[in-house]
């Protein structure tokens, strides 16, 4: 069985002649119970904020890594109207990969989240 904060998925989005490398990661221990938003960010300090979720916001049609797609990808940019709001991205069958804004203290299925971070590997 895999512990969730072993989770490390990277995947590359491009725009223009700009490449970026991400990672998506999980931070749950070993038999963890979900764990709030805020904890959630808290473990991941380096999740990524406005300017590289703008990128990936201008990247949504690109198919980052199909091993993406079971999870929802949360980031560190908060949302302007509301400072609980992060944004969030997920993979829908149809229409590809989403962005959406999600208030952090309703992210309860910490298993399901992985947070980007930029992969500086």
């Known amino acids: 069985m895999n512990v969730h904060k072993d989770i490390c998925i990277r995947f590359v989005a491009m725009k223009g002649g700009e490449t970026r490398r991400f990672k998506a990661v999980g931070f749950l221990k070993e038999g963890e119970s979900p764990v709030d938003g805020d904890e959630m960010l808290r473990r991941v300090p380096k999740a990524i904020g406005e300017e590289d979720s703008n990128f990936l916001d201008e990247c949504v049609d690109q198919d980052w890594?199909?091993?993406?797609w079971p999870y929802f990808l949360v980031t560190a940019r908060r949302c302007p109207?509301?400072?609980?709001?992060?944004?969030?991205?997920?993979?829908?069958?149809?229409?590809?990969?989403l962005q959406v804004w999600c208030i952090i203290d309703c992210i309860s299925e910490s298993e399901e989240c992985l947070v980007v971070c930029l992969d500086d590997a």
């Open 65 to 68: 890594s199909e091993a993406l």
């Open 81 to 97: 109207d509301d400072p609980r709001g992060v944004r969030c991205f997920f993979w829908n069958d149809i229409l590809g990969w």
